[in-house]
């Protein structure tokens, strides 16, 4: 439920959420599948997650002159209205949710002091005002810079860009502005958790691509390095057939101008 409710991914680096040791008969394979895979792959995210987390917070807090974190208003039944329903039996079911939600609700709060959390919007915002060619990339299931936070960025320079287009075609501009911002995701594998004979889940294996923080190769960084170093000498991201042949050639780099993460909790409940 912690995953859920802060929006950590529920694939992780071992653990796809919906595989199951062939070794188990079929019921217990269902139930590995919708239970205990989901839940190894919370717990991994969140033990990966929590330390990173623990630090940032810590270090945000300094630099603010006091606390920055504040659930007084958080609501989070509601942050996992959806979720529930998908992950139930990772959950314990309806009566599982309910009594954690009612612990939750019962539970103390913390508050912000206002004056650090006014100094720490000072110290850092996007703003989505891109000028120029600027590539974003990250895995999906990646559970410290979570994929919500990449497509907040994305959202806000459409907006600026929409903005932008209107201006222009007010001015009496046909040509449309350059798209400053190259989107890439990084997508993990529908299944990769890997078993030993016994049935056991095997997690010393390396983490699958499109999870942990910044599990990237060298090939996808070099990919990266020659588009930027494209739009450094045209003035303009790399597109078209050249962008997609060259995210083709460097591996598990995906262009989609259709795909959304899912909104970052923050900016919910």
Not at 65 to 77: E, H, I, P, S
Not at 95 to 115: F, Q, W
Not at 150 to 175: I, P
Request: positive net charge; contains cysteine; glycine residues 6%.
């Amino acid at each position: 439920m912690v995953a859920l409710m802060s929006g950590i991914p529920m694939q992780s680096a071992h653990f796809d959420s919906t595989s199951a040791p062939s070794v188990l008969p079929a019921a217990s394979q269902t139930s590995f599948q919708l239970a205990i895979n989901p839940a190894f792959a919370a717990l991994e995210n969140v033990a990966n997650a929590a330390a990173l987390a623990v630090l940032a917070t810590h270090d945000l807090e300094l630099q603010a002159g006091g606390a920055v974190f504040d659930n007084t208003t958080t609501d989070y039944a509601a942050r996992i209205k959806e979720e529930q329903f998908i992950w139930s039996s990772a959950l314990s079911g309806n009566s599982g949710i309910a009594g954690l939600s009612s612990v939750l609700a019962a539970s103390p709060r913390a508050t912000a002091n206002p004056a650090a959390v006014a100094k720490l919007k000072t110290l850092a915002s996007h703003s989505g005002k891109v000028e120029i060619p600027t590539i974003l990339f990250t895995g999906v299931a990646d559970p410290v810079t979570v994929a919500g936070n990449q497509q907040s960025v994305a959202d806000k320079y459409a907006t600026y860009w929409a903005e932008k287009w209107a201006a222009a075609k007010k001015a009496g501009v046909s040509k449309r502005p350059a798209n400053n911002q190259l989107v890439l995701w990084n997508f993990p594998p529908q299944k990769y958790t890997k078993f030993s004979a016994a049935g056991a889940p095997d997690t010393t294996l390396p983490a699958a691509t499109g999870t942990n923080h910044c599990n990237f190769t060298t090939s996808q960084y070099l990919a990266i390095a020659d588009m930027l170093a494209y739009a450094a000498d045209n003035g303009v991201n790399l597109s078209g057939g050249a962008l997609l042949t060259k995210l083709r050639k460097a591996g598990n780099m995906t262009y989609d101008r259709d795909y959304a993460a899912p909104k970052m909790k923050f900016y919910g409940n």
